[in-house]
């Protein structure tokens, strides 16, 4: 497995502000996800973080709203923009190693909360 | 595609007895099958996976789950409910490939609460 750092762990922000999540791996990584997680449900896909280039988004999902960069293979962000209280959400960064590339690992999440 | 259906939303066990969370998958190619576990105000914890190999898999915490490719279900059992149990779990499953590059599909998700 991997050691999978998400920062931060929880955040409470205010309508109309932007919260950047980061996410580093201290693995090999050939793929890096971007998921969300709203209250009593199960996992959406956002997007698959492509290093040094734009990130491939899911229906639903747009870069506005959601800007995803990956400068290296294992460190990425999730810029969640112009939040609204329907944000709020856990949102989950998950890769694929290079030595298991078909298991996916999680972080901890991210649980943020808009008001 | 894929789709993975997890029956019942919410599941209650006394401590001590079976348990059982039921999954079923659609998939028109042959897939790989995932378990996962949620605990509160956690990420997800990889149970246990099948890919290739024997059908009867053994994960973490005393957990297993069996591929059935008749049934097209990878139910999940552990034989003694432990009190630490309690948590959702979240079935999935990927296509097949050699390139690790195909999307996984979760499941609903069941909320596991153990009885005293």
């Known amino acids: 497995s991997a050691v999978i750092s998400q920062k931060p762990s929880r955040d409470i922000c205010q309508r109309g502000t932007s919260l950047t999540i980061q996410c580093q791996v201290d693995?090999?990584?050939?793929?890096m996800f971007w998921y969300r997680q709203q209250p009593g449900q199960s996992l959406t896909l956002i997007a698959t973080?492509?290093?040094?280039?734009?990130?491939?988004?899911e229906s639903g999902f747009v870069i506005d709203k959601f800007p995803i960069s990956r400068p290296n293979l294992t460190f990425s962000t999730l810029t969640v923009s112009n939040m609204s209280p329907e944000d709020s959400s856990i949102y989950l960064c998950?890769?694929?190693?290079?030595?298991?590339?078909?298991?996916?690992?999680f972080g901890a999440g991210t649980r943020l909360s808009v008001l | 595609a894929q789709s993975v259906t997890q029956l019942g939303s919410h599941v209650s066990v006394s401590e001590g007895a079976l348990v059982l969370l039921r999954c079923n998958y659609s998939s028109s190619v042959p897939p790989y099958l995932f378990w996962y576990v949620q605990y509160p105000n956690q990420g997800l914890q990889l149970l246990l996976k099948?890919?290739?190999?024997?059908?009867l898999v053994k994960g973490i915490n005393g957990f297993e789950a069996e591929f059935k490719k008749s049934e097209t279900s990878f139910h999940l059992t552990k034989p003694s409910a432990h009190m630490s149990d309690a948590a959702e779990y979240f079935c999935a499953v990927s296509p097949i490939s050699n390139f690790g590059n195909e999307k996984l599909t979760f499941g609903t998700g069941t909320r596991l609460t153990i009885i005293p």
């Open positions: 998950s890769v694929r190693l290079a030595l298991a590339k078909n298991i996916q690992y």
């Open positions: 099948y890919t290739t190999g024997a059908t």
């Open positions: 973080a492509n290093q040094g280039s734009e990130a491939t988004y």
């Open positions: 693995s090999q990584v050939t793929m």
